[in-house]
């Protein structure tokens, strides 16, 4: 029952910004770990950025200082701002948190969005 619904993905051009969001849907946040992930064709899946179990946040270095990863624990909804997109920054990208469970038992567990295209045109 647990999901990441995610959304704001799509077709920009280079420069152009974009916001992603990824909603919890069946549960509420477990602890402190979010993060958002991509990967592009024939590529490896690389790390955008996250927050750690203690609270640190970190980006990849090819975004920082273009990306923000935000948490609103009252909407169950984590976001990811990128500006300044560039055509490398084409792929499909990944949320993912760790969840608590509306139901019983309540057990929190690593979970994944189903990923959302951004496709970024020169």
């Known amino acids: 029952q647990v999901q990441l619904v995610q959304s704001g993905g799509g077709s920009v051009q280079t420069g152009e910004s974009l916001r992603l969001s990824c909603a919890v849907s069946?549960?509420?946040?477990?602890?402190?770990?979010a993060g958002w992930y991509r990967q592009a064709p024939g590529d490896q899946r690389e790390l955008v950025a996250n927050?750690?179990?203690?609270?640190?946040?970190r980006y990849a270095d090819s975004m920082k200082g273009r990306v923000t990863i935000s948490r609103d624990r009252t909407k169950n909804t984590v976001y990811l701002e990128m500006n300044s997109l560039k055509p490398e920054d084409t792929a499909v990208y990944y949320c993912?948190?760790?969840?608590?469970?509306?139901?019983?038992?309540?057990?929190?567990?690593?979970?994944w969005g189903r990923g959302i295209q951004v496709t970024v045109s020169s």
């Open positions: 069946g549960g509420t946040f477990g602890d402190n770990t």
């Open positions: 993912t948190a760790n969840v608590r469970s509306d139901t019983y038992p309540y057990a929190i567990r690593t979970t």
């Open positions: 927050i750690l179990d203690v609270g640190v946040v």
